[in-house]
């Protein structure tokens, strides 16, 4: 007798523990359909490692180039993304061009950047740089770039500033101007 209680409360916590995970597959299986019918894939994201990437940091057009490194998980980046695309909308016929370099890890490229960049409607050019050699592309940004994000150059030609820090847009400005002229 006390076997075939045993063996029926076998049975029940199995059924059981079989139930749970059913529903956490349909779960899951419900999310994925969410996101693949969101189709944020609408658009291509440039994506490229730093050996492509380099072109952006050396044009000779005499145009204002406003280059931010970034990224989604990034809390005084995001912040500050108005701010260049402000400053992006106004100058865009002054001959400024600004660039949103994003430093997200290439796994979130589908399911955090692309939704990011249609949620927050970012106008700016937005490019993603996938070069795990951080140590060695680092510097040929700036010799003096710790690496932390954000982190911005402002360039023409051969004249450039490098900041490692958060803008408003009053700095942002304020910093161009020179460029400008």
């Known amino acids: ?22 529903t956490e597959i349909v779960i899951k299986t419900s999310k994925e359909e969410v996101v693949s019918n969101n189709n944020v894939e ?35 980046c995001v912040k500050e993304l108005p701010h260049f695309e402000k400053l992006n909308e106004y100058y865009k016929n002054k001959n400024v061009e600004v660039i949103l370099v994003s430093l ?4 979130l490229y589908e399911k955090k950047l692309k939704p990011f960049i249609k949620e927050k409607q970012l106008k700016s050019k ?12 680092i510097p ?11 982190a911005t150059i402002v360039y023409k030609n051969n004249k450039r500033k490098f900041f490692e820090q958060s803008f408003t847009y009053e700095e ?10």
Do not use: Q, R
Not at 1 to 22: D, E, Y
Not at 104 to 107: I, W, Y
Not at 126 to 137: E, H, K, P, Q, T
Not at 172 to 181: A, D, H
């Open 140 to 150: 040929k940004v700036d010799k003096s770039w710790s690496g932390s994000i954000p």
């Open 1 to 22: 007798m006390k076997f075939n209680v045993i063996f029926i409360a076998i049975l029940i916590i199995f059924s059981c523990a079989n139930k749970s995970k059913k």
């Open 126 to 137: 937005v490019i993603a740089l996938d070069d795990a050699d951080m140590n060695s592309w």
């Open 172 to 181: 942002l400005e304020k910093e161009i101007t020179p460029f400008l002229k």
């Open 104 to 107: 997200d890890f290439p796994h």
């Open 42 to 76: 609408n658009f291509d994201l440039e994506i490229y490692d730093y050996s492509g990437f380099e072109k952006f940091l050396n044009k000779k057009d005499d145009k204002v180039y406003v280059i931010n490194f970034w990224a989604t998980w990034c809390a005084p």
